[in-house]
């Protein structure tokens, strides 16, 4: 982003916020709406998706990130320019902030955070489309070290294994996605000793160590909280470590209302784009009835 320096926002704190796009059936009139709240390249590499979820979870992540920006860096909103990196990644040019986004499952999520280093990862407990758990988990051996598998496999029965699997998963990936590492990251040098507390909807855990090639971090703090019964979040927060650590900070669940309070539209409607979103959302029906007929 390029921001105005008089319109610079002195807020501080912590954000993290969710918004359910797996369940979010937008009206003709709000998926236009959307698209003329984003820059126009944004709304042209959101309209090349193939399939309307990632279409969908794509707006959510803009509209999200603007949202970060308006509110909390009191820049207006049409006056937000997003810029991306050469490896397509969004950032910002105001370096008080930090902020990351993750979509998986039925949820987009945005952690930021002011003078931290941040990290975020959703993932939702499911069983592997391809393989049993054990052969799942065999494919997987490579990326969690023995102390986790451990702690995996002795969750209980195999929903329950799944669901340890993808919390440590969650972990590793809020862990690289904060440092900026690509593919290039042995998992196995980062190791998670997670506490004997169970993780519960109601709360939000912040006692997960990271021991780092076997020395165990303690710059780092993890905040871990579970959405709904199937997806689980991971907030990595680097150093600097504040000398005294606030509670961690919740996730709040927007609405479509609350994710376009403070937007305004920068581009002119364009119907051809509700056209072409609705025959994405629509194909996986005609599919299913082409297959019942068959």
Request: glycine share 6%; net charge negative.
């Given at each position: 982003?390029?921001?105005p320096s008089?319109?610079?926002?002195?807020?501080?704190?912590s954000?993290?916020?969710?918004?359910?796009?797996?369940?979010?059936?937008?009206?003709?009139?709000?998926?236009?709406?959307?698209a003329r709240?984003?820059?126009?390249?944004?709304k042209?590499r959101?309209?090349?998706?193939?399939?309307?979820?990632?279409?969908?979870?794509?707006?959510?992540?803009?509209?999200?990130?603007?949202?970060?920006?308006?509110e909390?860096?009191?820049?207006?909103?049409?006056?937000?320019?997003l810029?991306?990196?050469?490896?397509?990644?969004?950032?910002l040019?105001?370096?008080?902030?930090?902020?990351?986004?993750s979509?998986?499952?039925?949820?987009?999520?945005?952690?930021?955070?002011?003078?931290r280093?941040?990290?975020?990862?959703?993932?939702?407990?499911?069983?592997?489309g391809?393989?049993?758990?054990?052969?799942?988990?065999?494919?997987m051996t490579?990326?969690?070290?023995?102390?986790?598998w451990?702690?995996?496999q002795?969750?209980?029965?195999e929903?329950?294994?799944l669901?340890?699997f993808y919390r440590h998963?969650?972990?590793?990936?809020?862990?690289?996605?904060a440092?900026?590492?690509?593919?290039?990251?042995n998992?196995?040098?980062?190791?998670f000793h997670l506490?004997s507390?169970?993780?519960?909807?109601d709360r939000?855990?912040?006692?997960?160590?990271m021991?780092?090639?076997?020395?165990e971090?303690?710059?780092?703090v993890?905040?871990?909280?579970l959405?709904d019964?199937?997806?689980?979040v991971?907030?990595?927060?680097?150093?600097?470590?504040?000398?005294?650590?606030?509670?961690?900070?919740?996730?709040t669940?927007?609405?479509?209302?609350?994710?376009?309070?403070?937007?305004?539209?920068?581009?002119?409607?364009?119907?051809?784009?509700?056209?072409?979103?609705?025959?994405?959302?629509?194909?996986p029906?005609?599919?299913?009835?082409?297959?019942?007929?068959?």
């Amino acid at each position: 982003f390029v921001f105005p320096s008089r319109c610079r926002g002195e807020e501080m704190g912590s954000v993290r916020w969710a918004f359910r796009c797996g369940s979010w059936t937008p009206s003709r009139s709000d998926w236009l709406f959307a698209a003329r709240c984003i820059q126009r390249e944004e709304k042209d590499r959101i309209g090349q998706f193939v399939f309307a979820k990632d279409a969908k979870s794509a707006m959510a992540g803009r509209l999200l990130l603007r949202r970060l920006v308006c509110e909390k860096m009191g820049i207006p909103w049409s006056e937000i320019r997003l810029e991306r990196s050469p490896r397509g990644k969004p950032y910002l040019s105001d370096l008080a902030w930090s902020f990351n986004l993750s979509h998986q499952g039925d949820y987009a999520v945005l952690a930021a955070e002011q003078g931290r280093q941040v990290g975020v990862d959703i993932m939702k407990t499911a069983m592997p489309g391809c393989s049993s758990v054990p052969e799942f988990f065999r494919i997987m051996t490579r990326q969690f070290t023995a102390h986790e598998w451990s702690a995996i496999q002795s969750a209980g029965l195999e929903h329950q294994q799944l669901a340890a699997f993808y919390r440590h998963w969650a972990l590793k990936e809020s862990f690289i996605k904060a440092i900026g590492t690509g593919l290039g990251f042995n998992l196995q040098r980062v190791e998670f000793h997670l506490p004997s507390e169970p993780l519960t909807q109601d709360r939000v855990l912040h006692q997960t160590k990271m021991h780092l090639d076997e020395e165990e971090e303690e710059d780092w703090v993890f905040e871990e909280s579970l959405l709904d019964a199937d997806h689980h979040v991971a907030v990595a927060l680097g150093p600097p470590r504040p000398p005294s650590l606030l509670p961690p900070t919740t996730f709040t669940v927007l609405s479509f209302r609350e994710l376009i309070d403070s937007a305004s539209p920068l581009t002119d409607e364009d119907p051809t784009y509700w056209d072409s979103f609705k025959m994405k959302a629509e194909a996986p029906q005609r599919q299913k009835d082409t297959h019942t007929s068959t």
